[in-house]
């Protein structure tokens, strides 16, 4: 079992994955359950086969850190956290139906005074967060820790996992109160749709999520919603950014967030970075990461784009080779800058930024094209194809 062996900050620039069964499930949390569910859900790394036993320090849970509230409340989230099961129901392709429930908590636990919360999710719920192949939504770590209502939380994550595929759904609202474990609560539609509907409205306007939603009844009685999700107010969407394709394709393939990029591509732009000062970074960090110096490697290389922490190493690094000795031609030719990339490599990894929409072109004839259009050519070397770009 791995452990973390100190406390651990996570990047808030980060994006987390849950499998869509995960996002229906049934299941109920306060605001400090759901924080510190997002805290795990943050320390969860590309490739990992197991749960990691994770130091979490309060103050990225709770904004009250001392004092005999923080321990009360913090033990409140614990024992609570610790006893929650989550209920998912599934359809095999005969159309049985079947009910899984698993507790989410392998051990939650907190030491007063310690300042951190010691905590490991369950093996049995892996297959809703680990290695996920299809049918599964992504969300960005600091749209979730502005959110101050579970239900907006919940709402949100909801209609991510539509939005792939339309800008409207129904549902209804026992199916609603059910997966947010609030069934047999607001029976009056009324009290529903202000505690529930409008609180989550008002909070997601400012995230990629913003709704409108419409009432849909059956005679008298409102028993279903419509989901409008209002696109102008989102987030940009992949082909709204102003970035070479595969640049931007490299990015997202590392995890750098759609918000993200934007930023990248308007520093870009404005003549405040160069591409090449973003390749340095990638290629500087990615070493740190094979290392072991680097948890967040998306994070990083944000921060040191959009910061430019490396900026002075870099600017140091190219005049080096702008005023370096005179060599001869063949020399010359041989130190030129170079960019080789194996053309299964590239089709491999488009093939699983398509499953996780966020591949840059609608199908892999199309974004190799872009590359080509790019100066890229392909070349066969030792019986094996790759893309070239002097």
């Not at 600091?142 to 709402?155: A, H, M």
């Not at 784009?305 to 020399?331: C, F, G, N, R």
Request: contains cysteine; positive net charge; charged residues 25%.
């Amino acid at each position: 079992m791995k452990q973390q062996k100190k406390p651990t900050i996570v990047e808030s620039d980060i994006t987390v994955a849950q499998h869509n069964e995960l996002v229906k499930a049934r299941f109920n949390m306060s605001l400090m359950e759901t924080r510190l569910f997002i805290a795990l859900l943050g320390r969860i790394n590309k490739g990992d086969t197991d749960f990691s036993l994770c130091r979490i320090p309060i103050s990225e849970v709770s904004s009250n850190v001392d004092g005999g509230k923080a321990y009360q409340d913090v033990k409140e989230a614990v024992i609570k956290l610790s006893s929650k099961v989550i209920t998912v129901e599934t359809v095999d392709q005969h159309g049985k139906r079947e009910i899984i429930s698993d507790p989410l908590m392998a051990t939650c636990r907190y030491k007063d005074g310690s300042g951190f919360i010691v905590a490991q999710l369950n093996s049995f719920v892996k297959p809703y967060l680990l290695q996920l192949k299809g049918n599964f939504t992504v969300a960005e770590i600091k749209v979730l820790l502005q959110l101050r209502s579970y239900y907006s939380y919940r709402i949100y994550w909801l209609l991510k996992s539509f939005s792939y595929n339309s800008n409207t759904f129904s549902i209804k609202i026992e199916d609603l109160k059910t997966m947010m474990g609030i069934e047999g609560q607001y029976p009056n539609f009324y009290d529903f749709k202000k505690w529930v509907l409008l609180v989550s409205q008002r909070e997601l306007t400012q995230t990629d999520m913003a709704f409108s939603f419409n009432e849909i009844k059956e005679g008298r009685s409102v028993k279903q919603v419509e989901f409008i999700i209002n696109r102008q107010l989102s987030l940009p969407m992949e082909e709204e950014l102003n970035l070479p394709n595969h640049l931007q394709s490299l990015l997202s393939e590392i995890g750098v967030s759609l918000n993200s990029m934007q930023e990248i591509s308007e520093m870009l732009n404005s003549g405040k970075i160069d591409q090449d000062y973003i390749y340095f970074v990638i290629k500087e960090l990615k070493d740190k990461k094979s290392k072991g110096s680097i948890k967040s490697l998306s994070g990083a290389i944000y921060s040191a784009i959009t910061k430019q922490h490396l900026m002075e190493v870099y600017l140091s690094e190219k005049s080096q080779k702008i005023y370096k000795q005179p060599v001869t031609a063949k020399k010359k030719e041989e130190s030129k800058s170079v960019v080789k990339l194996k053309l299964k490599d590239q089709e491999e990894g488009f093939a699983a930024m398509l499953k996780r929409k966020v591949a840059p072109a609608k199908d892999f004839t199309t974004y190799l094209a872009s590359l080509m259009a790019e100066g890229f050519r392909i070349e066969l070397i030792n019986g094996e194809e790759y893309l070239i770009k002097d």
